[in-house]
Protein backbone atom coordinates (compact mmCIF):
# COMPACT_ATOMS: atom_id res chain seq x y z
CA UNK A 1 0.00 0.00 0.00
CA UNK A 2 1.75 3.27 -0.99
CA UNK A 3 2.47 5.80 1.98
CA UNK A 4 -0.38 8.32 0.69
CA UNK A 5 -3.19 5.83 1.24
CA UNK A 6 -2.16 4.71 5.02
CA UNK A 7 -1.89 8.19 5.89
CA UNK A 8 -5.03 8.88 4.89
CA UNK A 9 -6.63 6.23 5.99
CA UNK A 10 -5.06 6.93 9.04
CA UNK A 11 -6.61 10.50 9.31
CA UNK A 12 -9.87 9.10 8.06
CA UNK A 13 -9.54 6.82 11.93
CA UNK A 14 -9.25 10.26 13.35
CA UNK A 15 -12.82 11.08 12.22
CA UNK A 16 -14.66 8.99 13.91
CA UNK A 17 -14.45 6.44 16.91
CA UNK A 18 -12.32 3.99 17.30
CA UNK A 19 -14.80 0.55 17.42
CA UNK A 20 -16.67 1.89 14.34
CA UNK A 21 -15.54 -0.51 11.50
CA UNK A 22 -15.80 0.95 7.76
CA UNK A 23 -18.49 -0.39 6.47
CA UNK A 24 -21.18 0.35 8.46
CA UNK A 25 -22.72 4.33 8.43
CA UNK A 26 -22.67 4.73 11.99
CA UNK A 27 -22.24 3.24 15.39
CA UNK A 28 -26.17 2.83 15.60
CA UNK A 29 -26.11 0.69 12.40
CA UNK A 30 -23.29 -1.09 14.04
CA UNK A 31 -24.67 -1.84 17.35
CA UNK A 32 -28.54 -2.98 15.82
CA UNK A 33 -26.40 -5.27 13.28
CA UNK A 34 -24.22 -6.83 16.18
CA UNK A 35 -26.89 -7.47 18.47
CA UNK A 36 -28.94 -8.83 15.75
CA UNK A 37 -26.18 -11.30 14.91
CA UNK A 38 -26.21 -12.02 18.98
CA UNK A 39 -30.24 -12.91 18.42
CA UNK A 40 -29.60 -15.05 15.70
CA UNK A 41 -26.98 -17.37 17.58
CA UNK A 42 -29.59 -17.73 20.07
CA UNK A 43 -32.45 -18.56 18.14
CA UNK A 44 -29.72 -21.51 17.04
CA UNK A 45 -29.20 -21.51 20.82
CA UNK A 46 -33.12 -21.72 21.65
CA UNK A 47 -33.50 -24.91 18.68
CA UNK A 48 -30.89 -26.79 20.62
CA UNK A 49 -32.55 -26.56 23.89
CA UNK A 50 -35.75 -26.95 22.43
CA UNK A 51 -34.74 -30.38 21.02
CA UNK A 52 -33.17 -31.53 24.07
CA UNK A 53 -36.62 -30.35 26.63
CA UNK A 54 -38.46 -32.22 23.82
CA UNK A 55 -36.86 -35.60 24.50
CA UNK A 56 -37.18 -34.96 28.19
CA UNK A 57 -41.08 -34.40 27.14
CA UNK A 58 -42.11 -37.28 25.30
CA UNK A 59 -40.10 -39.61 27.81
CA UNK A 60 -41.87 -37.68 31.00
CA UNK A 61 -44.94 -38.60 28.80
CA UNK A 62 -43.93 -42.14 28.14
CA UNK A 63 -42.68 -43.16 31.78
CA UNK A 64 -44.32 -40.23 34.50
CA UNK A 65 -43.64 -42.94 37.60
CA UNK A 66 -39.91 -42.44 36.76
CA UNK A 67 -40.35 -39.16 36.45
CA UNK A 68 -41.47 -38.40 39.49
CA UNK A 69 -39.15 -40.83 41.76
CA UNK A 70 -36.32 -39.51 39.96
CA UNK A 71 -36.88 -35.47 40.57
CA UNK A 72 -37.55 -36.51 44.13
CA UNK A 73 -34.02 -37.58 44.11
CA UNK A 74 -32.89 -33.97 43.33
CA UNK A 75 -32.81 -31.72 46.15
CA UNK A 76 -35.54 -28.65 45.96
CA UNK A 77 -33.17 -26.47 48.41
CA UNK A 78 -29.93 -26.40 46.42
CA UNK A 79 -32.02 -26.20 43.13
CA UNK A 80 -34.14 -23.12 44.69
CA UNK A 81 -30.99 -21.84 46.11
CA UNK A 82 -29.44 -21.58 42.42
CA UNK A 83 -32.50 -20.45 40.62
CA UNK A 84 -32.68 -17.59 42.90
CA UNK A 85 -28.73 -17.30 42.71
CA UNK A 86 -29.53 -16.89 38.69
CA UNK A 87 -32.37 -14.67 38.95
CA UNK A 88 -29.64 -12.15 40.60
CA UNK A 89 -27.38 -12.87 38.83
CA UNK A 90 -29.54 -11.20 35.38
CA UNK A 91 -30.51 -8.19 37.57
CA UNK A 92 -26.60 -7.05 38.26
CA UNK A 93 -25.96 -8.28 34.75
CA UNK A 94 -28.88 -5.86 33.52
CA UNK A 95 -27.63 -3.54 36.07
CA UNK A 96 -24.04 -4.02 34.43
CA UNK A 97 -25.54 -3.06 30.96
CA UNK A 98 -26.85 -0.15 32.20
CA UNK A 99 -23.99 1.38 33.73
CA UNK A 100 -22.31 1.19 30.42
CA UNK A 101 -25.13 3.18 28.72
CA UNK A 102 -25.03 6.01 31.07
CA UNK A 103 -20.99 6.05 31.04
CA UNK A 104 -20.50 4.62 34.89
CA UNK A 105 -17.79 3.02 34.42
CA UNK A 106 -16.41 2.29 37.72
CA UNK A 107 -20.11 0.56 38.44
CA UNK A 108 -19.92 -1.84 34.80
CA UNK A 109 -16.69 -3.29 36.52
CA UNK A 110 -18.44 -3.95 40.00
CA UNK A 111 -21.52 -4.71 38.39
CA UNK A 112 -19.95 -7.64 36.34
CA UNK A 113 -17.72 -9.10 38.92
CA UNK A 114 -21.11 -9.21 41.37
CA UNK A 115 -22.64 -10.98 37.89
CA UNK A 116 -19.75 -13.04 38.17
CA UNK A 117 -19.81 -13.68 41.73
CA UNK A 118 -23.20 -15.29 41.20
CA UNK A 119 -22.38 -17.37 38.23
CA UNK A 120 -19.18 -19.08 40.09
CA UNK A 121 -21.89 -19.56 43.51
CA UNK A 122 -24.10 -21.69 41.24
CA UNK A 123 -21.54 -23.80 40.21
CA UNK A 124 -20.57 -24.35 43.10
CA UNK A 125 -23.85 -25.21 44.26
CA UNK A 126 -23.49 -27.94 41.10
CA UNK A 127 -20.87 -29.15 41.61
CA UNK A 128 -21.80 -30.25 44.97
CA UNK A 129 -25.11 -31.48 43.93
CA UNK A 130 -23.27 -33.70 41.08
CA UNK A 131 -20.94 -34.81 43.86
CA UNK A 132 -23.91 -36.57 45.64
CA UNK A 133 -25.32 -37.98 42.64
CA UNK A 134 -21.82 -39.93 42.02
CA UNK A 135 -21.80 -40.98 45.30
CA UNK A 136 -25.60 -42.19 45.48
CA UNK A 137 -24.39 -44.32 42.11
CA UNK A 138 -27.16 -42.16 40.49
CA UNK A 139 -24.89 -41.48 37.52
CA UNK A 140 -26.36 -43.41 34.06
CA UNK A 141 -23.94 -45.94 33.26
CA UNK A 142 -22.52 -49.19 33.87
CA UNK A 143 -22.78 -48.44 37.77
CA UNK A 144 -26.17 -46.74 38.05
CA UNK A 145 -28.13 -48.09 41.03
CA UNK A 146 -31.68 -47.35 42.07
CA UNK A 147 -34.37 -49.28 43.35
CA UNK A 148 -37.28 -50.79 42.35
CA UNK A 149 -38.68 -52.03 38.94
CA UNK A 150 -38.82 -48.33 37.65
CA UNK A 151 -34.72 -48.28 38.03
CA UNK A 152 -34.29 -48.45 33.86
CA UNK A 153 -36.80 -45.52 33.21
CA UNK A 154 -35.52 -43.49 36.20
CA UNK A 155 -31.82 -43.74 34.65
CA UNK A 156 -33.60 -42.13 31.21
CA UNK A 157 -33.91 -39.36 33.32
CA UNK A 158 -30.70 -38.94 34.86
CA UNK A 159 -29.39 -39.27 31.61
CA UNK A 160 -31.70 -36.45 30.74
CA UNK A 161 -31.15 -34.39 34.20
CA UNK A 162 -27.19 -34.67 33.39
CA UNK A 163 -27.72 -33.68 29.36
CA UNK A 164 -29.35 -30.70 30.13
CA UNK A 165 -27.75 -29.27 33.64
CA UNK A 166 -24.54 -30.44 31.94
CA UNK A 167 -25.35 -28.23 28.76
CA UNK A 168 -26.22 -25.50 30.88
CA UNK A 169 -23.35 -25.92 33.23
CA UNK A 170 -21.00 -25.49 30.06
CA UNK A 171 -23.07 -22.61 28.89
CA UNK A 172 -22.68 -21.11 32.71
CA UNK A 173 -18.91 -21.48 32.23
CA UNK A 174 -18.28 -20.16 29.15
CA UNK A 175 -20.60 -16.93 29.92
CA UNK A 176 -18.19 -16.42 33.12
CA UNK A 177 -15.18 -16.63 30.62
CA UNK A 178 -16.62 -14.07 28.16
CA UNK A 179 -17.89 -11.37 31.51
CA UNK A 180 -14.00 -11.74 32.67
CA UNK A 181 -13.24 -10.15 29.13
CA UNK A 182 -15.79 -7.35 29.48
CA UNK A 183 -14.54 -6.81 32.69
CA UNK A 184 -11.61 -6.51 31.77
CA UNK A 185 -12.17 -4.20 29.02
CA UNK A 186 -14.51 -2.28 30.69
CA UNK A 187 -11.87 -1.51 33.90
CA UNK A 188 -9.68 -0.07 30.73
CA UNK A 189 -12.43 2.10 30.20
CA UNK A 190 -13.07 0.56 26.81
CA UNK A 191 -16.78 1.44 26.88
CA UNK A 192 -18.95 4.37 26.90
CA UNK A 193 -22.41 5.90 26.13
CA UNK A 194 -21.31 5.97 22.43
CA UNK A 195 -20.55 2.17 22.41
CA UNK A 196 -21.03 -0.24 24.81
CA UNK A 197 -21.81 -3.07 22.25
CA UNK A 198 -19.77 -6.08 24.06
CA UNK A 199 -21.67 -5.50 27.07
CA UNK A 200 -24.80 -5.59 25.87
CA UNK A 201 -24.15 -8.27 23.71
CA UNK A 202 -23.01 -10.46 26.85
CA UNK A 203 -25.79 -9.34 28.61
CA UNK A 204 -28.28 -11.38 26.09
CA UNK A 205 -26.06 -14.25 26.13
CA UNK A 206 -26.00 -14.05 29.83
CA UNK A 207 -29.84 -13.85 29.98
CA UNK A 208 -30.48 -16.29 27.73
CA UNK A 209 -28.64 -19.12 29.97
CA UNK A 210 -30.78 -17.69 32.76
CA UNK A 211 -33.68 -18.15 31.03
CA UNK A 212 -32.75 -21.71 30.07
CA UNK A 213 -32.41 -22.56 34.08
CA UNK A 214 -35.96 -20.88 34.35
CA UNK A 215 -37.17 -23.69 32.63
CA UNK A 216 -34.45 -26.29 33.34
CA UNK A 217 -35.68 -25.81 37.32
CA UNK A 218 -39.47 -26.52 37.29
CA UNK A 219 -38.91 -29.45 34.63
CA UNK A 220 -36.18 -31.36 36.87
CA UNK A 221 -36.92 -30.40 40.32
CA UNK A 222 -40.69 -30.19 40.64
CA UNK A 223 -42.04 -33.12 38.32
CA UNK A 224 -44.28 -34.21 41.06
CA UNK A 225 -44.01 -33.10 44.48
CA UNK A 226 -47.84 -33.25 45.68
CA UNK A 227 -47.61 -37.43 45.55
CA UNK A 228 -44.48 -38.58 47.32
CA UNK A 229 -45.09 -42.45 45.76
CA UNK A 230 -41.84 -43.91 47.40
CA UNK B 1 -26.05 6.03 20.35
CA UNK B 2 -29.40 6.39 21.66
CA UNK B 3 -29.98 3.12 23.31
CA UNK B 4 -32.99 2.85 25.34
CA UNK B 5 -31.62 3.41 28.91
CA UNK B 6 -34.76 1.72 31.82
CA UNK B 7 -34.61 3.00 34.67
CA UNK B 8 -33.23 0.96 37.96
CA UNK B 9 -36.82 0.99 39.12
CA UNK B 10 -37.76 -0.71 36.68
CA UNK B 11 -34.71 -3.88 36.39
CA UNK B 12 -35.91 -4.30 40.13
CA UNK B 13 -39.58 -4.45 39.66
CA UNK B 14 -38.33 -7.46 37.61
CA UNK B 15 -36.08 -8.90 39.38
CA UNK B 16 -39.04 -8.91 41.98
CA UNK B 17 -41.66 -10.54 39.33
CA UNK B 18 -39.44 -13.10 38.89
CA UNK B 19 -38.57 -14.44 42.63
CA UNK B 20 -42.25 -14.54 42.85
CA UNK B 21 -42.40 -16.74 40.11
CA UNK B 22 -39.83 -18.90 41.66
CA UNK B 23 -42.01 -18.96 44.85
CA UNK B 24 -45.38 -19.73 42.77
CA UNK B 25 -43.57 -22.26 40.55
CA UNK B 26 -42.13 -24.22 44.38
CA UNK B 27 -45.61 -23.89 45.76
CA UNK B 28 -47.85 -25.40 42.92
CA UNK B 29 -45.66 -27.99 42.49
CA UNK B 30 -47.12 -29.34 46.31
CA UNK B 31 -50.22 -28.84 44.99
CA UNK B 32 -51.81 -31.97 43.50
CA UNK B 33 -53.91 -30.11 40.43
CA UNK B 34 -56.70 -32.32 38.46
CA UNK B 35 -56.35 -33.54 35.52
CA UNK B 36 -51.97 -33.51 35.61
CA UNK B 37 -52.38 -29.85 35.21
CA UNK B 38 -49.43 -29.48 37.39
CA UNK B 39 -46.72 -29.80 34.18
CA UNK B 40 -49.13 -26.94 32.03
CA UNK B 41 -48.88 -24.79 34.85
CA UNK B 42 -45.18 -25.06 35.87
CA UNK B 43 -44.91 -24.90 31.87
CA UNK B 44 -46.92 -21.65 31.81
CA UNK B 45 -44.96 -20.14 35.12
CA UNK B 46 -41.85 -20.50 33.36
CA UNK B 47 -43.17 -19.23 30.05
CA UNK B 48 -44.10 -15.71 32.11
CA UNK B 49 -41.18 -15.43 33.64
CA UNK B 50 -38.74 -15.81 30.46
CA UNK B 51 -41.51 -13.38 28.57
CA UNK B 52 -40.23 -10.70 31.41
CA UNK B 53 -36.51 -11.44 31.11
CA UNK B 54 -36.69 -11.50 27.16
CA UNK B 55 -39.05 -8.03 27.34
CA UNK B 56 -36.50 -6.25 29.77
CA UNK B 57 -33.83 -7.54 30.82
CA UNK B 58 -32.93 -8.57 27.36
CA UNK B 59 -34.37 -4.90 25.77
CA UNK B 60 -36.43 -6.77 23.38
CA UNK B 61 -39.08 -4.52 24.21
CA UNK B 62 -37.25 -1.43 23.14
CA UNK B 63 -36.06 -3.38 19.69
CA UNK B 64 -36.14 -2.75 16.02
CA UNK B 65 -38.98 -4.53 14.42
CA UNK B 66 -36.11 -6.75 12.80
CA UNK B 67 -34.68 -8.43 16.36
CA UNK B 68 -38.43 -8.60 17.60
CA UNK B 69 -39.11 -10.54 14.36
CA UNK B 70 -36.35 -12.88 14.54
CA UNK B 71 -36.96 -13.43 18.70
CA UNK B 72 -40.61 -14.58 17.70
CA UNK B 73 -39.56 -16.76 14.63
CA UNK B 74 -37.15 -18.74 17.08
CA UNK B 75 -40.10 -19.26 19.85
CA UNK B 76 -42.90 -19.42 16.71
CA UNK B 77 -40.54 -22.76 15.33
CA UNK B 78 -39.58 -24.07 18.71
CA UNK B 79 -43.70 -24.23 19.54
CA UNK B 80 -43.93 -25.89 15.93
CA UNK B 81 -41.49 -28.67 16.61
CA UNK B 82 -43.25 -29.27 20.22
CA UNK B 83 -46.71 -29.33 18.98
CA UNK B 84 -46.48 -31.19 16.01
CA UNK B 85 -44.26 -33.66 17.71
CA UNK B 86 -47.24 -34.14 20.46
CA UNK B 87 -49.88 -34.15 18.38
CA UNK B 88 -48.52 -37.15 17.36
CA UNK B 89 -47.29 -38.93 20.08
CA UNK B 90 -50.65 -37.68 22.34
CA UNK B 91 -52.74 -39.14 19.80
CA UNK B 92 -51.31 -42.67 19.01
CA UNK B 93 -53.60 -45.53 19.09
CA UNK B 94 -56.47 -43.37 20.05
CA UNK B 95 -58.97 -44.98 17.89
CA UNK B 96 -56.67 -48.73 17.50
CA UNK B 97 -55.58 -49.42 20.62
CA UNK B 98 -57.86 -52.23 23.09
CA UNK B 99 -57.34 -49.82 26.38
CA UNK B 100 -57.96 -46.49 24.42
CA UNK B 101 -54.19 -45.66 25.29
CA UNK B 102 -50.75 -46.45 24.25
CA UNK B 103 -47.40 -46.24 25.19
CA UNK B 104 -47.87 -42.58 24.65
CA UNK B 105 -49.78 -42.75 27.80
CA UNK B 106 -52.69 -41.08 27.07
CA UNK B 107 -54.24 -42.75 30.53
CA UNK B 108 -51.49 -41.51 33.07
CA UNK B 109 -51.37 -43.62 36.18
CA UNK B 110 -49.71 -42.87 39.22
CA UNK B 111 -49.36 -45.70 41.05
CA UNK B 112 -45.85 -47.08 41.17
CA UNK B 113 -47.48 -50.55 39.90
CA UNK B 114 -45.96 -51.15 35.97
CA UNK B 115 -48.57 -50.45 33.95
CA UNK B 116 -50.83 -52.56 31.67
CA UNK B 117 -48.30 -53.57 29.15
CA UNK B 118 -48.15 -51.22 26.22
CA UNK B 119 -48.83 -52.54 22.85
CA UNK B 120 -45.45 -50.85 21.63
CA UNK B 121 -43.24 -50.29 24.84
CA UNK B 122 -40.40 -47.17 23.31
CA UNK B 123 -36.94 -47.60 24.52
CA UNK B 124 -37.32 -51.33 25.51
CA UNK B 125 -34.02 -51.84 24.70
CA UNK B 126 -33.42 -50.60 27.78
CA UNK B 127 -35.09 -53.17 30.34
CA UNK B 128 -32.55 -54.40 33.06
CA UNK B 129 -30.54 -57.44 31.75
Same mark, same amino acid.
Given at each position: ?230 | ?5 ? /????? !?? +??? #??? $??? &??? *???? @???? /????? !?? +??? #??? $??? &??? *???? @? ?72
Amino acid at each position: MPNGTVAAHDEHHGEHHPALQHHFQDLEQQHEASTLGMWLFLVTEVMFFGGLILAYTLYRIWYPVAWALGSEELNIYLGGFNTAVLIASSLTMALAVRSAQTGAQKATVRWLLITMAFGLTFLVVKFFEYKEKFELNHVPGPNFHFEGAESPHVQIFFSLYFALTGVHALHMIIGFGLLSVIATMASRKRFSPEWYTPVELAGLYWHFVDIVWIFLFPLLYLVDRSHHIV | MSGHIS /PTSTY !FA +IFG #ALM $VGT &ALT *VAAA @FIDF /PAQLN !FP +IAL #AIA $VTK &ATL *VVLF @FMHVKYGSKLTKLIVGTAFFFLGIMLTLTLTDYLSRGWFTAATRSTSAGAIISLSPQPQPAPLAEPGQNTSPK
